[in-house]
């Protein structure tokens, strides 16, 4: 009969090398968020992109409120999810990633808000890292007033705003419950006019993963709330 000592040794290294044969084979705690220094930066971007919302050119205006679509959508991607869709190397097929997808919809008058409000979404995947995606989300909601959709839309007036801290559950599949703008029980009041609605967003969570951290849209839509 072997040593106990030696057995155990023996029961170790196994464990040790089923643990370490897939590296993004299990999900990888990752709770360390990105340095202030960085969150600095992407706040003032995101500060840009809520003034430039404010100044958008009657053009932009118009081509957005154009778009019939009840939403808008985008994507944000960090690690090597792009790179595993191209190469069926085992290193980059097992490299972690982090997608998002982001869904805006127009603003619009809410009987249980009293006034205008507009909803944000979020929808995550995840590989070998933690599925607990940390973003930080900002919206504004502004009026350009207009008597009507052929008119030359008014200087823009900030009607609402919102900012939170969110953590999105990935591969659920599903989007998550909507995040309001203004939060729920405000509402950015009634008018007559070209309504935006402005998110922006932060994935604050993986700094260990590199690429797209940052985005932003918009949907513009004529309107009497």
Not at 160 to 184: C, E, F, H, L, Q
Request: charge should be positive.
């Amino acid at each position: 009969m072997k040593p106990l000592k030696v057995v155990l040794a023996i029961s170790l290294s196994i464990l040790l090398a089923a643990g370490t044969s897939s590296p993004a084979g299990a999900e990888v705690e990752e709770d360390a968020q990105i340095s202030s220094f960085a969150m600095q930066q992407y706040e003032a971007w995101s500060e840009r992109v809520e003034t430039d919302a404010l100044n958008m050119s009657e053009a932009e205006i118009l081509r957005q409120a154009g778009d019939t679509r009840d939403y808008v959508e985008t994507t944000v991607t960090l690690g090597g999810q792009v790179a595993s869709r191209s190469s069926e190397s085992s290193e980059e097929a097992n490299a972690g990633f982090v997608k998002c997808d982001i869904r805006v919809d127009y603003p619009h008058y809410s009987s249980g808000a009293g006034g205008a409000i507009y909803k944000t979404r979020y929808k995550c995947e995840s590989k070998g890292v933690s599925t607990k995606i940390k973003l930080r989300v900002k919206g504004l909601l502004s009026l350009y007033p207009a008597a009507s959709s052929s008119a030359r839309p008014g200087k823009a007036q900030t009607r609402a705003r919102s900012d939170a801290r969110i953590t999105v559950t990935a591969n659920t599949g599903k989007y998550s419950s909507p995040y309001y703008t203004p939060v729920v029980g405000s509402n950015g009041g009634r008018g007559t006019g070209f309504w935006n609605g402005t998110s922006t967003w932060i994935v604050t969570s993986h700094p260990s993963l590199s690429g797209k951290r940052s985005g932003s849209l918009s949907k513009t839509v004529w309107k009497k709330i």
